[in-house]
């Protein structure tokens, strides 16, 4: 079965600094991986996507993600941090089996971003 | 284009009651899916639809059901409500929903059961 853990719930970075958000996989088969932004009282919004293309993937507000198919990973970074990225961070991986397009969440990060 | 709609955007209701939510696609998308966010389980599948057909259904009981109209808008309805309903409620529409197709949110509907 599928599944995907985000390390570290909360996460504190300063305006400016390195944005780092943990994303581990578990699949049987090789995985559509993304990356969703929730602002409060919003929906999901879609950062980015891995669909076996590059393992270097670039989104939406300057974030990227990198595939690394041997550490089952595929963490979230953003060189310098902006006050607008404070919101919580979703991974996902796409369950697998039938005609099926169910994702299967992390529990999320919560960013902060301080001035 | 417009995005997904989700109406209405909060409700409450008392133990006992039912409810139902309606979602209506981004125009041509024909799959609509539904999710559950709450702060202990986080965010979980409920169901699919396709074409007006169910396709995949999560783990939740069947107080909880679904169905989509031939314009692809698709109503959720809970039956019986308990306090452990209190959710935002998620809708979000994929051109066919295929694996690994990006799927839109909507903004939610926000349901407290008092």
């Known amino acids: 079965a599928q599944s995907v853990t985000q390390l570290g719930s909360h996460v504190s970075v300063s305006e400016g600094a390195l944005v780092l958000l943990r994303c581990n996989y578990s699949?049987?088969?090789?995985?559509?991986l993304f990356w969703y932004v929730q602002y409060p009282n919003q929906g999901l919004q879609l950062l980015l996507k891995y669909t076996s293309a590059a393992t270097l993937v670039k989104g939406i507000n300057g974030f990227e993600a990198e595939f690394k198919k041997s550490e089952t990973s595929f963490h979230l970074t953003k060189p310098s941090a902006h006050m607008s990225d404070a919101a919580e961070y979703f991974c996902a991986v796409s369950e697998t089996g039938g005609a099926t397009n169910k994702l299967i969440f992390g529990t999320g990060t919560l960013l902060a971003v301080q001035p | 284009k417009a995005g997904v709609t989700q109406t209405p955007r909060y409700l409450i209701k008392t133990r006992g009651q039912q409810v139902t939510l309606s979602c209506s696609p981004i125009?041509?998308?024909?799959?609509v899916s539904w999710y559950q966010q709450t702060p202990g389980q986080g965010l979980q599948f409920l169901f699919e639809?396709?074409?007006?057909?169910?396709?995949n259904k999560g783990n939740f009981p069947g107080r909880f059901s679904g169905r989509q109209f031939s314009n692809s808008r698709s109503e959720m309805n809970v039956s019986t409500l308990e306090l452990g309903d209190s959710a935002l409620y998620l809708c979000?529409?994929?051109?066919?929903?295929?694996?690994?197709?990006?799927?839109?949110f909507g903004p939610g509907t926000r349901l407290l059961v008092l």
């Open positions: 979000a529409s994929s051109l066919v929903g295929g694996r690994g197709e990006t799927q839109y």
């Open positions: 639809y396709f074409s007006e057909t169910q396709r």
């Open positions: 125009s041509g998308h024909r799959s």
């Open positions: 699949s049987s088969v090789p995985p559509y």
